[in-house]
């Protein structure tokens, strides 16, 4: 890669990426060999744990970039995350301003933030200590998600925070916030997803979004997202499978 992950963010690129949630580096392997700007490793909901994610991470081999979507906002899982020698981390559920600035203050190391230092992945296994703070404070990516009305409501103040680089809309969290679970083509949450998108650019943040398809990541483009995580391992391995089933039973026995 020419660029950080964070920059081609910063200059607002075009990134398309896709989830992976497989605890398997072989998954986390082929997909970053397909093209795709980034891997986004699900480590809230599922069953991977931050060993799993480190070896997705490994197993991309610097093919396309990482971040690893931690399971709250406490301390531990941040540090934890970005010791595994990530790009960066998405955040879930920040609906405040004050919320968004505590997940930046433990993402940098001091005097930026309050980050401990240890001795794992991210730091070059303590190998070049002072090189390795200076890059990550310098490349870490702190991606917080709205995916509560809450965060679209104060979305003005979120993207004010310094050392935050990019919102990540979640749709569907969003849709049940609204009392439509599920439904995000809703007109509420479609307002809200482009509102969001609206505040976003006025700030010059970069704005990402999830989408389950080819139609939803093309209509979040039209919306003026510039980061798309397009789809998920498991929904490509079973709609694959199950269009290939239903093709050969099609023909099978004409």
């Not at 930046?104 to 309050?114: I, M, N, Q």
Request: hydrophobic letters at 45%.
């Amino acid at each position: 890669m020419d660029s950080t992950f964070k920059k081609r963010l910063l200059d607002m690129e075009r990134l398309i990426g896709t989830v992976v949630t497989i605890a398997a580096p072989d998954v986390a392997d082929v997909l970053s060999r397909l093209g795709f700007d980034f891997l986004w490793i699900d480590a809230e909901h599922g069953a991977l744990d931050l060993t799993q994610a480190q070896m997705l991470v490994q197993a991309t081999a610097g093919r396309c970039s990482t971040v690893v979507r931690v399971s709250s906002q406490d301390e531990a899982w941040i540090k934890k995350a970005l010791d595994i020698g990530c790009d960066g981390i998405v955040v879930p559920h920040v609906n405040t301003e004050e919320q968004a600035r505590r997940i930046v203050e433990l993402s940098f190391y001091p005097p930026v933030g309050t980050r401990s230092l240890g001795a794992a992945r991210g730091q070059g296994y303590g190998i070049d200590l002072p090189h390795a703070i200076e890059q990550a404070n310098e490349q870490t990516a702190v991606i917080v998600q709205a995916e509560h009305i809450k965060a679209v409501e104060n979305i003005e103040s979120i993207v004010k925070v310094e050392g935050v680089t990019a919102v990540l809309i979640g749709p569907y969290d969003l849709s049940g916030s609204l009392g439509v679970l599920g439904q995000v083509d809703n007109p509420q949450v479609r307002e809200a997803v482009v509102h969001v998108a609206e505040e976003c650019r006025k700030a010059r943040m970069p704005v990402g979004i999830f989408a389950a398809d080819v139609a939803a990541a093309q209509q979040a483009l039209d919306d003026g997202v510039n980061m798309v995580a397009m789809g998920l391992d498991i929904f490509f391995l079973w709609q694959s499978a199950n269009k290939a089933l239903a093709d050969l039973r099609e023909t099978a026995w004409e």
